[in-house]
């Protein structure tokens, strides 16, 4: 089974979740997500005002493979990587913009929200975020052993008769 590659929780999660929020409040932008590269939604955020969001674990899946395609080509081109994407139709934006090597911010807006003021403060949200997930880098993981699965089980059993 595939998991995330992050596990984002506790402090670390508040701390994304606000920098999401605060982005989409300065901004107008509809949705906030922080997606790692497995395609797995680690934070998300909508603004009140927004209509009903799309799936976003589709969303956060194909986000994810067409930024491992794009990856490719810019290896294919000579680059070490492109660090965002941009997909403007008609009534809204889909913008992707890589957080260091482990996730994507990925915000969805409509045709009357500026893309350069999206750029500006998004590239200031990656940086904020960029130094969370590089704090979690030297939390050890957690290591679940014997005695957990044996507490586990005795309070299941207990719990379920």
Known sequence: MIEPSLALYGDAYARVDA???????????????????KGFVLSHK?????????ALDSVATLVASN????????????????SEQIHQ???????????GDQALLTLIFDASVPLGK?????????????????ELKDIPEMQ????????ATALLDDLLG
């Open 118 to 134: 999206v750029k500006v403060y998004a590239r200031k949200t990656v940086a904020q975020l960029a130094a969370i997930l590089e």
């Open 19 to 37: 920098h999401i929020q605060d982005l989409l409040d300065v901004t107008g932008v509809r949705y906030g997500l922080l997606v790692d590269r």
């Open 144 to 151: 679940l052993n014997g005695d957990f699965s044996a507490g």
């Open 46 to 54: 909508e603004a009140l005002w927004a209509p009903r969001p799309p």
């Open 89 to 99: 139709g008609e009534n809204g934006t889909l913008y992707v913009e890589s957080v």
């Open 67 to 82: 930024a491992a395609a794009t990856a490719a080509l810019a290896n294919m081109l000579g680059e070490r990587t492109f």
